[in-house]
């Protein structure tokens, strides 16, 4: 069936409405980052940059390392912006753009995620490296669309949900486990908490007070089956959920760069999540 103009809205240049990029311009490997900056902080590692292009958060760089072709795209914060980038980026690899028809052949893309993250367990130390092995949402977006859980991610989420009273219905989503292990072998992993915002949802309290006081204890002392609730953070569970549904892979890798139960904070940002780049892109 024919996509209407409504619905997958093209530039009159060709490219997708929001990332302002082609077809030809993605890679089947892509990095996604929160941070605009951070798309530089990536591609200068290699050694050929062919396409840039900015609009408004979204930032995207390809190019090559060695024989390897890559995109670096930033996404801006929140798994609102998660839908949009996702949701374009299979368009511009799975529909033809000239018939607005989904293509015969499915075109697997593998995501990996380079973020910052708040971690939630005390024996886990600043500036370390995690892989969420799964994604927590406790935004709406997997409300809208038809997923459905593992059994094994449906014995996690009934334990979840049985010990937590959560504002808002959540969503769990695992990685994709073979990536995961080949990128983030050495890394830590847990279960990763997607917020919908920095402050309150994460339990932080500035001036306005946070409704939920005591949800640092209770999420850090989750454990079922050996999986602890690790890390917070905005954009996982969002990346997981739309890599599930339409049928790419994707791994999120985190900068521990603060700790919520001890109260410490990194003094190397920088150059712990430089390092972290470095890594990720010394094993892709």
Same mark, same amino acid.
């Given at each position: 069936?024919?996509?209407?103009?409504?619905e997958?809205i093209? !530039?009159?240049?060709?490219?997708? #409405?929001?990332?302002?990029?082609?077809?030809?311009?993605? *890679?089947?490997?892509?990095?996604?980052v929160?941070?605009?900056?951070?798309?530089?902080?990536?591609?200068? #590692?290699?050694?050929?940059?062919?396409?840039?292009?900015?609009?408004?958060?979204?930032? /995207?760089? /390809?190019?090559?390392? $060695?024989n390897?072709?890559?995109?670096?795209?930033?996404?801006?914060?929140? /798994?609102?912006?998660?839908?949009?980038?996702?949701?374009?980026?299979?368009?511009?690899a799975?529909?033809?753009?000239? +018939?607005?028809?989904?293509? &015969?052949?499915?075109?697997?893309? +593998?995501?990996?995620? =380079?973020?910052?993250?708040?971690?939630?367990q005390?024996?886990? *130390?600043?500036?370390?490296?995690?892989?969420?092995s799964? $994604?927590l949402?406790?935004?709406?977006l *997997?409300?809208? #669309?038809?997923?459905?859980?593992?059994e094994? +991610?449906? @014995?996690?989420?009934?334990?979840?949900?049985?010990?937590?009273?959560?504002?808002?219905k959540?969503?769990?989503? &695992?990685?994709?486990?073979?990536?995961?292990?080949?990128?983030?072998?050495?890394?830590?992993?847990?279960m990763?908490?997607t917020? /919908?915002?920095?402050?309150?949802?994460?339990?932080?309290?500035?001036?306005?007070?946070?409704?939920?006081?005591?949800?640092?204890?209770?999420?850090? !002392?989750?454990?079922?089956?050996?999986?602890? =609730?690790? !890390?917070?953070?905005?954009?996982? *569970?969002?990346?997981?959920?739309?890599?599930?549904?339409?049928?790419? @892979?994707?791994?999120?890798?985190?900068?521990?760069?603060?700790?919520r139960?001890?109260?410490?904070f990194?003094?190397?940002?920088?150059?712990? +999540?430089?390092?972290?780049i470095?890594?990720?892109?010394?094993?892709?």
């Amino acid at each position: 069936m024919r996509i209407p103009e409504s619905e997958l809205i093209i !530039n009159p240049d060709g490219s997708v #409405y929001h990332l302002n990029i082609r077809p030809e311009h993605i *890679a089947d490997t892509i990095i996604t980052v929160g941070d605009p900056d951070r798309v530089a902080a990536v591609s200068k #590692y290699f050694d050929e940059i062919e396409f840039k292009t900015g609009k408004r958060e979204f930032h /995207t760089h /390809t190019g090559r390392i $060695g024989n390897k072709r890559l995109t670096v795209i930033s996404t801006g914060i929140g /798994t609102d912006n998660i839908d949009i980038v996702f949701n374009e980026l299979d368009a511009l690899a799975n529909i033809d753009f000239e +018939t607005r028809l989904v293509k &015969e052949k499915h075109r697997q893309l +593998t995501f990996i995620r =380079i973020g910052t993250s708040g971690c939630l367990q005390k024996g886990i *130390a600043v500036d370390s490296f995690l892989v969420s092995s799964m $994604g927590l949402g406790t935004d709406g977006l *997997a409300h809208f #669309y038809p997923y459905q859980m593992s059994e094994y +991610t449906q @014995r996690i989420y009934t334990k979840l949900i049985s010990d937590f009273d959560f504002p808002l219905k959540p969503y769990l989503v &695992e990685a994709d486990y073979d990536l995961m292990n080949e990128i983030g072998h050495d890394f830590y992993k847990g279960m990763t908490v997607t917020c /919908t915002g920095f402050y309150g949802p994460q339990g932080r309290s500035l001036r306005l007070k946070s409704k939920i006081t005591d949800l640092l204890p209770q999420l850090s !002392n989750f454990s079922y089956n050996h999986i602890d =609730i690790t !890390n917070f953070e905005m954009e996982t *569970a969002g990346i997981y959920l739309m890599a599930n549904l339409l049928g790419h @892979r994707a791994i999120s890798c985190n900068a521990l760069l603060a700790n919520r139960i001890t109260g410490e904070f990194s003094k190397n940002t920088q150059q712990t +999540t430089e390092k972290l780049i470095k890594t990720i892109l010394e094993r892709i």
